[in-house]
């Protein structure tokens, strides 16, 4: 019972962040990624407090042993983030996922680099198969033959490289965690989110009309939202049980991308993502079987940070 609760409150997650990638989609032509991330972070800051004091965990939340851990947090995330906003507004919503679920690949080999992890032929096979997806999505916007668009092929790099900051921000957390509470690694991404946006405010800030801020504001609620799911989520099924319903994301986009944006997915996005998609299973059924519970770190991850 309680599993599918966890279950049911980690889909929920995942619908809830694609609305809010839908949102920072539709205001992308008229507001820049890192004003669009300051909306995404700081009206998550309210909804986060609201859960903390609800919990009891107000103080805990706010309580930190580990400052400087929570900045490089803040800039890894600002940076995936913002660049995955960008990626937003420059290519179709199911490729934009699609290219994000390289991430946990890319977390498998910062782990062994970074954090000394054993990782073995199993799941580095796991790992190379997974990029070769990445690689079938990738190829249409990387032409030399002058077909490809240039700005797609922009938006094509930029989310790859966001998907690789979330592989290094998932990596700093598993550290994180080790002496910090789940509240005060959500808290202070979003503190530290809010402030380092602000850095780009010389590059083009605009003043949104109504109807955008009120998109905006929206996009931050929903995501605070979002992230207090995933947390939830967690607290009732292990993170074994629950990693394989992150690739249920990609269900949303392709309806979301259909529905409000007319994007139908490339057959690329379409059989790139199966090959992403089923190597990303493997790794986590591996993991399961070594006993490598990744619940801890995954349940502070936001999306796109």
């Known amino acids: 019972m309680f599993i599918s609760r966890g279950i049911a409150l980690k889909i929920s997650a995942l619908a809830v962040f694609t609305i809010m990638a839908v949102l920072i989609k539709a205001t992308s032509d008229a507001v820049p990624p890192g004003e669009a991330v300051f909306f995404r972070s700081a009206f998550s800051i309210p909804v986060i407090l609201?859960?903390?004091?609800?919990?009891?965990?107000?103080?805990?939340?706010?309580?930190?042993?580990?400052?400087?851990?929570?900045?490089?947090?803040?800039?890894?995330?600002?940076?995936?983030?913002?660049?995955?906003?960008?990626?937003?507004?420059?290519?179709?919503?199911?490729?934009?996922?699609?290219?994000?679920?390289?991430?946990?690949?890319?977390?498998?080999?910062?782990?062994?680099?970074?954090?000394?992890?054993?990782?073995?032929?199993?799941r580095l096979s796991a790992v190379a198969i997974g990029l070769?997806?990445?690689?079938?999505?990738?190829?249409?916007?990387?032409?030399l033959d002058g077909t490809a668009d240039r700005l797609a092929t922009i938006g094509a790099i930029v989310a790859l490289i966001s998907a690789g900051l979330r592989a290094l921000a998932q990596v700093h957390i598993r550290r994180l965690v080790q002496s910090e509470d789940a509240a005060a690694v959500v808290f202070y991404f979003m503190l530290t989110a809010t402030g380092f946006s602000l850095f780009t405010l010389p590059f083009g800030w605009t003043v949104p009309n109504a109807t955008e801020t009120a998109m905006l504001v929206a996009a931050g609620v929903i995501g605070g939202i979002g992230q207090i799911l995933v947390t939830s989520a967690y607290r009732f099924a292990p993170a074994s049980v629950l990693a394989p319903f992150d690739y249920s994301q990609m269900l949303f986009a392709v309806a979301a991308g259909y529905l409000l944006f007319a994007e139908i997915p490339t057959a690329a996005t379409i059989w790139g993502s199966l090959v992403v998609i089923a190597a990303g299973v493997l790794i986590i059924w591996r993991e399961r079987q070594l006993g490598l519970e990744r619940g801890k770190a995954r349940s502070k991850m936001g999306h796109m940070g």
């Open 50 to 122: 609201i859960w903390l004091v609800a919990r009891g965990e107000l103080r805990t939340g706010l309580r930190t042993a580990n400052v400087m851990g929570h900045v490089w947090r803040g800039v890894i995330g600002v940076s995936s983030m913002g660049l995955g906003f960008a990626a937003l507004g420059l290519l179709p919503l199911p490729e934009v996922t699609a290219i994000g679920f390289a991430a946990p690949l890319m977390t498998v080999i910062l782990a062994a680099l970074l954090l000394g992890e054993k990782v073995r032929l199993f």
């Open 132 to 143: 070769i997806g990445v690689m079938i999505i990738l190829w249409p916007r990387l032409s």
